[in-house]
């Protein structure tokens, strides 16, 4: 069985993160939506899901007050109900009392609009029990008629039935209230768990909801902490290769090549020549200079080759200040490329938060 070593594991990991960041490349690449329209799809996506998530807030929440007022509703119609039947009740218990117990008839000033008194009529002075025998009449006076005990007798009796009654309504009515309480405290004990539990679900949808917005903003800012390393790793990358291009590239090293022309080796293109080589200035002809008495063949070798390292040295200070020149303009031009860049990313960002 074969163990696997620090180093391997390190080499897997430097592999798998090159395999990464090519599959990455490639997506950016072959991508043509985004080389085209030049958005963040990863934003969009993101602000997607939040509205979403926001969405589906929304709707349970809907839905929680929806099934609450629905509740309020039936207890409400019931209640209403209830009321409507109580007062049915009591019209009809009213309405049978006043029609069982409150005849027109049992009224004491009934014989003063009694529509039938005229057939009703008896003789003048039947008895003592005569109802026409008025005081005026002095037909009967109180105490001296026939019929006194039996009266009074009468009245007892219509009077201890009068009291027992009042006193069994008053009983019933006592029982109907202690029953309606009942029944009240009953309907409230069931409307307070009734809304505890529409309580406790509010509660518990309420704590998923920020567990759910809490996790969501973890994973967003480790996604943009990350992102933002990638961004700042691939754009030194990028910085870093493209210096070393510059500095490598044909332009700041000189290499004659890209002058050489297509028509023959002795002809070069005029726009692209940096000039003679070392080699080809060694190999010209120096031309002969005609000696006098007065000259010095070896002064005048000494004079030409002085003159000769004077316009080399002269030569290689033109070439290093036009190569620090041209460093310095690729080092500028690179400075505000990268200025746009992070000021784009700047505004991309803004736009993405604004959204």
């Not at 029953?179 to 409307?191: G, I, N, V």
């Not at 679900?201 to 917005?213: H, M």
Request: glycine share 4%; proline share 3%.
């Amino acid at each position: 069985m074969e163990v696997a070593q620090p180093r391997d594991l390190e080499q897997h990991l430097r592999l798998a993160k090159r395999s990464h960041g090519e599959l990455c490349r490639q997506k950016r690449i072959f991508n043509a939506r985004g080389r085209l329209v030049g958005g963040d799809t990863e934003a969009w996506d993101f602000q997607v899901h939040d509205r979403k998530i926001k969405e589906a807030t929304e709707k349970a929440r809907h839905e929680t007050f929806a099934a609450e007022m629905r509740q309020n509703d039936k207890i409400m119609c019931m209640l209403e109900g209830r009321e409507r039947r109580d007062k049915k009740s009591l019209c009809k218990a009213i309405s049978d009392f006043q029609q069982t117990f409150q005849k027109p008839e049992t009224r004491r000033e009934f014989d003063l609009s009694d529509p039938l008194a005229l057939r009703k009529d008896l003789p003048a002075r039947q008895s003592d029990n005569d109802i026409r025998n008025t005081v005026s009449g002095m037909q009967r006076f109180m105490g001296e008629d026939l019929n006194f005990h039996e009266r009074k007798r009468f009245q007892e009796e219509q009077n201890r039935e009068w009291a027992s009654q009042q006193q069994r309504e008053q009983e019933r009515a006592r029982a109907a209230q202690r029953r309606a309480e009942d029944l009240y405290f009953k309907t409230r004990l069931q409307f307070d768990e009734t809304a505890k539990h529409l309580q406790n679900l509010e509660s518990a949808t309420r704590k998923a909801v920020c567990a759910a917005v809490k996790e969501f903003n973890k994973n967003q800012a480790t996604e943009s902490v990350e992102r933002k390393t990638r961004e700042k790793k691939q754009e030194e990358e990028d910085n870093l290769a493209e210096i070393s291009n510059l500095l490598r590239g044909d332009l700041l090293s000189e290499n004659p090549q890209p002058a050489a022309s297509s028509l023959g080796p002795h002809r070069v293109v005029p726009d692209r020549w940096k000039g003679m080589t070392r080699e080809q200035l060694e190999h010209i002809p120096e031309r002969p200079i005609p000696l006098d008495g007065a000259l010095d063949p070896g002064a005048v070798v000494l004079s030409r080759l002085s003159s000769l390292q004077r316009l080399q040295e002269e030569e290689r200070q033109r070439d290093m200040e036009w190569d620090r020149q041209r460093v310095q303009t690729a080092r500028s031009t690179l400075l505000t490329e990268r200025q746009r860049q992070r000021g784009q990313r700047d505004l991309r960002r803004a736009l993405d938060c604004a959204n």
